[in-house]
């Protein structure tokens, strides 16, 4: 295995948030993560992201363990929290030059991540003047215009319209091909069509799930 997650741990206070987290995933596929609203979902892509500490545990890629070396992570792992990173006052391209160097930029633009995501046609354009699936598209770009091996993506389709959706899901459709390990944590049922194996996250444990087309026993799951 690629990625390794073991016995991952987080409390706050005397509330457990995650109790034993462990999956695995394979290079060049998908691990979807459900769960409802407060389920320690984003805490825990948060830890494998070095944004926060957990309690306990590990995560191995190629035999090193990210939280015992975090200096590591930014170098392999690209992530894109729920909320919004962007800077609202620039344009598309001063966001990513906060982040990448010009001629990286050129180079995505014109053969890469940044030209598949469609953001050649809004570099001008204020953060605070875009869509949400501009904002979206650029939140990603900015996580992977390096070529990180692992892309972490907390809701990465949330409130999108279908054009939106259909541009990052085609991204990540070529990541994956092209060797990539994506973690991703959804309430969309479409986005499960991009993962290899799904897991539900419940009162602090990770359940495995095969999602089968039935919302209503998804909900219930939930």
């Known amino acids: 295995m690629e990625v390794e997650v ?8 005397k509330k457990t948030v995650l109790e034993d987290i462990s999956f695995s995933v394979e290079r060049g596929s998908c691990v979807g993560i459900l769960g409802s609203n407060g389920s320690g979902k984003s805490t825990l892509l948060s830890i494998l992201a070095g944004v926060r ?39 598309a391209w001063d966001n990513l030059r906060l982040w990448h160097d010009r001629k990286t930029i050129q180079r995505e633009l014109a053969d890469g991540a940044l030209g598949m995501l469609g953001i050649d046609s809004f570099l001008k354009t204020s953060v605070h003047r875009m869509s949400e699936g501009m904002k979206k598209r650029l939140s990603i770009g900015c996580a992977v215009a390096s070529r990180p091996e692992i892309l972490v993506l ?18 990540l459709e070529a990541y ?31 359940m495995p799930y095969r999602y089968d087309g039935d919302f209503h026993k998804l909900a219930e799951e939930l």
């Open 6 to 13: 073991t016995g991952i741990r987080k409390s706050y206070s």
């Open 53 to 91: 500490r957990a309690d306990g545990g590990s995560f191995f890629y190629q035999g090193t363990d990210l939280l015992r070396r975090s200096g590591q992570i930014p170098k392999v792992l690209g992530y894109v929290p729920q909320g919004d990173p962007l800077m609202e006052e620039l344009n």
């Open 154 to 171: 907390d809701e990465p389709s949330a409130a999108l319209d279908l054009v939106c959706k259909e541009s990052i899901y085609r991204y």
């Open 176 to 206: 994956k091909a092209a060797g990539g390990i994506v973690l991703l944590t959804t309430h969309d049922v479409q986005d499960l069509e991009l993962c290899n194996v799904c897991y539900v996250l419940k009162d602090g444990r990770l």
